[in-house]
């Protein structure tokens, strides 16, 4: 459809219009060429995201270019015209699954970043219905894939895809596998035979990161965020491939429902939309909570705090947000408020700060990790993305660079999701100058000069030299981090200069520190080295699983430091472990197993864990310690809110230190729910399930009961 000339062209164009504010236009006559300008490249960046699922630009620009198109045709009304991106559904559909007509439009919704367009909205509702206040409904808006179920005598029937809104792809069988969809809900006892629901499905952040770190190990490319990781999901052509990723489903809007006459239920015996939502949520459906996560305001001003408030805590939510939903909770006033052919005047999206952006690769530098994994990272010009600036970005291995071709010089759209690190999401290859230059990966480590191998079936490059001084550094330092030994005082800064110094060589180095020549350093004073000396001694008593996760296994991560640390007493009892032994232990596989197998077969190994426990350092549990460990055996917490006496961190490390297991959702399985200030949706979930709930007192006194 478009030539990559012209493609360079309006990406140019949109480059120029992002700059433009109302403000800048002074008369009709330069209003009707910059709208001309506006309609071409949003049609052209709908094409790329609607048709090619392939955007150029992030979702923040995009609103931007749409949100300027329209103050402009509201300022000159007689601009508009049929075939603007403002009378219109963006379409475009792909045909690997069947098309099927929604019973009701799948309009986009109006958005907003600031408050001023939340009372511009609520002063046209009022305009529009003759009311002095409106009641709003407002709940968060999940970051995922669109979806509308249909249900026919209370059996799910149809599920499809967004598409161009009018018409979606019937993907029935991939939803089927969603836990969170009901096959069957009674929709009759309320009167309705046929409805259809809007919705999102959703990947959970902690899913999506072990989705990601499994594809890394598997050497394929990490998804860019939860949303894609769900839209890719659902596109699986085999509906068990599907059930594998562990997807969910909200619903949050009811689009259309009659009776057994065929008569509209909406707006009569469905009135109001928060009523709806608990009616869905009553069903078994996943919804915004009633009263914890969807919740009625009258009038804009707490409406506006309601939104900043989920802007503050929207990391804490287990999964993506990027906004709130406002919408006029009396479903009896839509008609009068009508819609426009783009999205519904009834209901307007605020959204939070954007964590998407488009920058430039200036350079791109090699680093060597603890394992010798040599990793790209590209220096970019600096840019803001969710309130944080980004200057690197990894690029992962040579593989991921080859597969999205990217150069130095290229203009690039990099995310950055919740506590995802950034990613780039692709190349603006329509912005090339010629002037890119490839990026050539070295035959040779960066740090010691050693040939690079690549392992089979591996996708980075390694240097194998075990003395190189940048793995030496990172390994030291990673033994020292908060996730290992927790040394305070012993970061990289200061782990590089030791090594520069000729103190650390090695990790039970760290244990023979020179504290008096130490002292003669700048910036290490008296009080500064004896706080180093007294982290140093405090860790030689961590738990073994500390300990473990510090000798940076390959693939031992904290968790299976953990599962490791219950099956033994020893440390250096590993050595005696077959593969076959390893892999009786959960969720240690193959690969894992291996590579424990071999680190603990390697005589430099086996001589440093010895040397260590000369020094001090613990690598047997002690009777008590045993003893401790089988205290909360079998009991499984799961923690909400935020607790006064530590970090949630801490206090499943207090559980795990007792045996007990730690869970980041309610099951049926879960013992306890510790409730902490202001807990989220898996405090109703756990009343639902009749799960024993304990406030953050009744935790700690079970924790002091039980040690005794």
């Known amino acids: 459809m478009y030539t990559p000339e012209k493609e360079k062209e309006l990406i140019e164009k949109t480059k120029e219009l992002l700059k433009l504010s109302i403000d800048d236009i002074k008369d009709k006559r330069q209003a009707e060429e910059i709208v001309k300008q506006l309609r071409e490249v949003i049609r052209y960046h709908d094409w790329r995201y609607y048709v090619l699922a392939s955007p150029v630009i992030s979702d923040y620009e995009y609103d931007k270019l749409f949100h300027l198109l329209k103050e402009i045709e509201k300022k000159w009304p007689e601009l508009i015209t049929p075939d603007s991106p403002t009378q219109r559904v963006a379409s475009g559909l792909t045909k690997e699954f069947p098309e099927v007509k929604h019973l009701a439009p799948m309009l986009s919704l109006d958005n907003s970043y600031d408050e001023e367009d939340l009372r511009d909205f609520d002063r046209r509702v009022k305009e529009l219905t003759g009311l002095s206040e409106i009641e709003y409904a407002v709940e968060p808006k999940f970051d995922g894939a669109g979806i509308a179920l249909v249900y026919e005598n209370n059996r799910f029937i149809r599920g499809a895809t967004r598409g161009d809104g009018i018409v979606g792809e019937d993907i029935t069988q991939n939803l089927k596998t969603i836990k969170t969809i009901p096959l069957y809900a009674d929709f009759k006892k309320y009167g309705i035979k046929l409805i259809e629901i809007r919705g999102e499905v959703l990947m959970r952040k902690d899913v999506f990161k072990k989705l990601n770190e499994e594809r890394l190990e598997e050497g394929l490319p990490p998804f860019a965020n939860p949303r894609n990781a769900a839209a890719g999901s659902l596109r699986l052509q085999d509906p068990k491939e ?25 707006g009569t015996k469905i009135r109001y939309h928060y009523d709806a939502i608990k009616m869905l949520y009553s069903l078994g459906f996943r919804t915004p909570i009633p009263e914890k996560e969807i919740k009625v305001f009258k009038g804009i001003d707490k409406v506006i705090e309601y939104c900043k408030e989920w802007e503050k805590k929207r990391d804490e939510y287990p999964y993506e947000l990027d906004g709130m939903v406002i919408k006029v909770n009396d479903i009896s006033l839509y008609p009068k408020l009508g819609m426009t052919s783009h999205h519904p005047r009834w209901a307007i999206a605020f959204k939070f700060k954007p964590r998407q952006a488009t920058t430039r690769i200036i350079d791109v530098v090699f680093q060597v990790g603890r394992t010798g994994a040599v990793t790209p990272v590209a220096k ?56 890119e230059k490839p990026i050539v990966f070295p035959k040779n480590c960066p740090s010691c000069g050693s040939p690079l191998v690549k392992l089979p079936g591996e996708a980075v490059w ?65 009080k500064s080295v004896e706080n180093l ?20 296994i390959r693939y031992v991560g904290k968790v299976t ?148």
């Open 380 to 435: 970019v010009e600096p840019v803001e993305i969710g309130g944080v600036i980004v200057s690197s970005v990894s690029l992962i291995n040579e593989d991921f660079i080859k597969e999205k071709d990217i150069r130095i010089g290229d203009l690039v759209l990099i995310e950055r999701a919740g506590d995802v690190i950034p990613y780039i999401v692709k190349v603006i290859k329509e912005a090339r100058t010629g002037k």
């Open 533 to 552: 000396k007294k982290a140093i001694e405090e860790s030689k008593n961590r738990p073994i699983h500390r300990l473990i996760t510090g000798l940076s």
């Open 242 to 266: 599907v059930a594998k990723r562990k997807l969910e489903a909200f619903v949050y809007q009811i689009t259309y429902a009659t009776d057994e006459k065929g008569e509209n239920l909406l």
């Open 561 to 708: 430091a953990k599962k490791l640390a219950e099956y033994i007493k020893c440390v250096e009892d590993l050595k005696d472990w077959t593969v076959e032994q390893l892999q009786s232990i959960p969720d240690i596989g193959y690969v894992v197993a291996h590579s424990i197998y071999d680190f603990f077969h390697n005589e430099e190994n086996i001589k440093m864990i010895y040397e260590l426990k000369e020094l001090g350092v613990k690598t047997c549990k002690d009777e008590e310690e045993e003893k401790r460990e089988k205290i909360l055996e079998g009991k499984t917490f799961v923690f909400t809110g935020t607790l006064s006496c530590c970090s949630r961190e801490k206090a499943q490390e207090l559980v795990e230190s007792l045996g007990g297991k730690v869970s980041s959702s309610v099951s049926k399985k879960t013992t306890y729910l510790v409730v902490g200030e202001n807990p989220g949706s898996k405090l109703e979930k756990a009343k639902k399930l009749g799960v024993k709930i304990l406030s953050e007192e009744e935790f700690l006194n079970l924790l002091e009961e039980n040690k005794k």
């Open 462 to 526: 390694r240097c194998m030299n075990a003395n190189c001084p940048a793995q030496v550094v990172e390994r030291i330092t990673y033994f020292a981090s908060k996730d290992a030994m927790d040394i305070r005082g012993l970061g990289y800064n200061t782990v590089k200069k030791f090594y520069e110094l000729g103190f650390l060589r090695r990790i039970p180095d760290i244990y023979r520190l020179p504290y008096e020549k130490i002292k003669q350093l700048p910036g290490w004073g008296e």
